[in-house]
């Protein structure tokens, strides 16, 4: 799923540089890698665990991860927001939105060809 992200990101950027421009582009590709970067984060912290099978230790993980995962995204968005001059919000906000919708529409599509 975090590679369909990543190839989503870099397509959607590269489509926009001649459509919309730079800022434009650059704007699209921060905001997928607002969404990427703590998705990797936490997906390493999960995959990297203990390997435990207490349950309790396993959900502990998960918990702190999201709220790792979390911080780090608002972190992020202000660091953008703060330090990259020209902006624009809309392919930020939009990219780090479609990210989010193939977060939850790809695990459907793949079991749909499970069945």
Do not use: H
């Not at 926009?16 to 912290?45: D, F, H, R, T, W």
């Not at 999960?46 to 709220?67: A, G, Q």
């Amino acid at each position: 799923m975090l590679l369909i992200q990543m190839v989503a990101t870099l397509v959607i950027s590269g489509v926009l540089y001649p459509l919309a421009g730079m800022v434009n582009a650059y704007s699209a590709l921060l905001g997928g890698l607002i969404y990427l970067i703590p998705s990797l984060y936490q997906a390493k912290k999960i995959f990297s665990s203990n390997n435990s099978n207490n349950i309790r230790v396993i959900l502990r993980d998960l918990y702190k991860s999201e709220i790792w995962k979390m911080a780090l995204t608002i972190v992020l968005f202000g660091i953008v927001f703060s330090s990259v001059k020209p902006i624009e919000p809309f392919p930020i906000f939009g990219v780090f939105i479609l990210m989010q919708l193939i977060a939850w529409i790809t695990p459907l599509l793949l079991n749909k060809g499970r069945r």
